[in-house]
Nanobody
Framework: QVQLVESGVGLVWPGGSLRLSCTTS????????MAWYRQVSGTQRELIAD???????NYADYMKGRVTISRDNRKNMAWVQMDNLKAEDTAVYYC?????????WGQGTQVTVDDPWGQGTQVTVSS
């Protein structure tokens, strides 16, 4: 049974970086192209990048220069490193086998790009 489990940090500051992991099982990972996708709330899932069995990568234009996809065929794992994150990168991120469209999608991992500090509230003390 094919299993793809995404994991990684959930909240990132604007301009920050993160690395998501994809742990796989149930198939011959070393023979399969892997990809990362994301789904922004209210929109369709979109491809971020894919990596072939030799490590050759392709990137979506909107992410070029900010993303690096990688894999380790011995560990049956793939990763996506994203830098200079923006609020519009807030989405659920998935890994998948792009040539197996009928594969079930995993849970994905939510990434939120936001300032974790709130607006604060002004307190004035006067006599």
């Amino acid at each position: 049974q094919v299993q793809l489990v995404e994991s990684g940090v959930g909240l990132v500051w604007p301009g920050g970086s993160l690395r998501l992991s994809c742990t796989t099982s149930g198939f011959h990972f070393g023979f399969i192209t892997m990809a990362w996708y994301r789904q922004v709330s209210g929109t369709q899932r979109e491809l971020i990048a894919d990596v072939d069995v030799a490590g050759g990568a392709n990137y979506a234009d909107y992410m070029k220069g900010r993303v690096t996809i990688s894999r380790d065929n011995r560990k049956n794992m793939a990763w996506v490193q994203m830098d200079n994150l923006k609020a519009e990168d807030t989405a659920v991120y998935y890994c998948h086998r792009p040539l197996f469209a009928d594969d079930p999608w995993g849970q994905g991992t939510q990434v939120t790009v936001d300032d974790p500090w709130g607006q604060g509230t002004q307190v004035t003390v006067s006599s």
